[in-house]
């Protein structure tokens, strides 16, 4: 019901995934919009959907398309000095631009992955798959570029914690890092993860590397508009065998007109359920279906 009076501006004619529907002041009707914070799809009022919503592209059917494993295998930490990290797993070696690495889609340039630029962000799953490859974080902003100095920032990533508890200094150089001004909020706790990663509290001369949809996302500068300036690398291990390749993720084609048939490689018919890459885009397939949101989980909009 988009036409009760009162709508507000949750979904506009430049909207795209995941701002879908809202059904303006009619709490009956389905809201299939993503609000960090409280209810994030809401196609029941009442309901906590954080549990409970999905929304599934049905894929294209080939009946020669084979379940095969392509389940991809969990994540191992980059071998230790004197072993060397498997050219699939890393950006060293790739041409810039988008590139399946560790099983992620994600944007390579000059051998770092980008987990973040403006209001993009890879998902945290996707982060902490890559930064199992890494070696450091680099943050960008504001015409200024700061590196981590340790693997304090790297491991935050790896394991699912964030950047408040690294120290005055921060584990970075060149940015202000301070979380001992006195009254600091609750954007930052302990048990936030990616892309909540340190906040300085009341300082804003110092960095504020969150995202809140809205309004300033990841600030390290004060005042800036860091949707055209702010950016998250990891730098990815190296192996000096690993050749540059044609690895460009090609543009997706359309499914084939009646008569013809989807190639297996880019539909989740036949796949095993589970983490599979279709078309390019790591997903989770469900009985043919493509899994694209789940409770407070969607995949970003250009993958789907």
Not at 69 to 74: E, S
Not at 136 to 145: K, M, P
Not at 182 to 206: D, I, K
């Amino acid at each position: 019901d988009a036409a009760q009076p009162g709508c507000n501006s949750l979904v506009t004619s430049s909207s795209v995934w995941p701002q879908m529907f809202h059904s303006c002041n009619n709490p009956r009707c389905v809201h299939w919009i993503f609000i960090p914070g409280f209810a994030s799809f809401t196609p029941r009022p009442n309901v906590d959907d954080t549990t409970v919503s999905q929304t599934l592209l049905v894929m294209a059917e080939n009946p020669v398309c084979e379940q095969a494993p392509t389940l991809i295998p969990p994540a191992t930490p980059v071998p230790t000095v004197g072993g060397t990290v498997d050219c699939t797993n890393t950006c060293f070696g790739r041409t810039d631009g988008e590139n399946v690495v560790a099983g992620v889609t994600v944007r390579c340039e000059t051998g770092s992955a980008v987990i973040q630029d403006g209001s993009f962000y890879l998902p945290e799953s996707d982060v902490r798959q890559l930064a199992q490859y890494s070696t450091a974080v680099v943050l960008r902003a504001d015409a200024g570029e700061a590196r981590s100095t340790d693997m304090r920032a790297v491991e935050a990533l790896r394991t699912g914690g964030n950047w408040q508890d690294i120290g005055p200094n921060g584990a970075f150089d060149n940015f202000c890092f301070d979380a001992a001004q006195p009254g600091c909020n609750s954007l930052v706790t302990s048990s936030s993860v990616w892309p909540q990663m340190f906040h300085s509290c009341n300082n804003p001369r110092c960095v504020h590397w969150i995202f809140i949809p809205g309004f300033a996302s990841f600030t390290p500068r004060p005042n800036v508009d860091d949707t055209t300036v702010s950016q998250t690398l990891l730098v990815m291990a190296e192996n000096p065998v690993c050749e540059q390749a044609p690895t460009l993720i090609p543009p997706a084609t359309p499914v084939p007109t009646v008569g013809g048939t989807v190639d297996c490689t880019n539909t989740c018919f036949g796949r095993t359920d589970g983490e599979n890459v279709v078309a390019g885009v790591t997903v989770r397939c469900e009985s043919g279906s493509a899994v694209i949101q789940d409770g407070s989980f969607y995949l970003p909009e250009s993958d789907v």
